[in-house]
C-alpha cells in the first residue's frame, strides 16, 4: 500500500483547425511517492524529478459527436498512460450539451508492476 503525490509544470502548444484540436505539452514532474511497508528495492520510493511529454486529440466529427484521445509518457519509473472515448451530444437544451458515450484508460508504470510483484511472492 502506498501514497503518491504527483507534481507537473508543463507548458504546450495548441493547434485547432475546424472542429479538431491538437494539443503538445512537455516539462518537469515532480513525484513524492510513501510506502507502507517501506520497499526499499521499490523505484518509485521517496522523491523522483523527471520529464513528462502528454498529447491530446479532440475532435467533432459531427456537431452530435465527439471523439478524444491523450497519451502521456513520464521519465519516473518508465509512467505512461492513454485514453480513448467518443461520445454523442445530449441535453443541448437544458445544460448547452454534454457528452455521453464510452471510454477507456489505461495507466502503468514499472514501479508500480515491481511493487505488485513483490508482494505476489511473498505470498
Known amino acids: 500500500m502506498g501514497v503518491g503525490v504527483l507534481s507537473q509544470v508543463l507548458p504546450g502548444w495548441r493547434i485547432k483547425r475546424g472542429n479538431a484540436e491538437f494539443k503538445v505539452f512537455f516539462g518537469p514532474e515532480f513525484q513524492?511517492?510513501?510506502l507502507?511497508?517501506?520497499?526499499t528495492s521499490n523505484r518509485l520510493r521517496g522523491t523522483s524529478i523527471?520529464?513528462?511529454?502528454?498529447?491530446?486529440?479532440?475532435?467533432?466529427p459531427t456537431?452530435?459527436?465527439m471523439i478524444a484521445a491523450d497519451v502521456s509518457?513520464?521519465?519516473?519509473?518508465?509512467?505512461n498512460s492513454a485514453r480513448a472515448a467518443y461520445g454523442w451530444r445530449i441535453l443541448n437544451d437544458l445544460m448547452g450539451g454534454i457528452?455521453?458515450?464510452p471510454e477507456t484508460q489505461y495507466f502503468g508504470s514499472q514501479g508500480y508492476r515491481n511493487c505488485a510483484l513483490a508482494r505476489?511472492?511473498?505470498a
Open 63 to 65: 456537431p452530435e459527436t
Open 120 to 122: 505476489t511472492s511473498q
Open 36 to 39: 507502507f511497508p517501506d520497499d
Open 32 to 34: 513524492q511517492h510513501y
Open 50 to 60: 523527471g520529464l513528462r511529454i502528454a498529447v491530446e486529440l479532440w475532435h467533432e
Open 99 to 101: 457528452y455521453v458515450g
Open 73 to 79: 509518457l513520464s521519465s519516473i519509473a518508465t509512467g
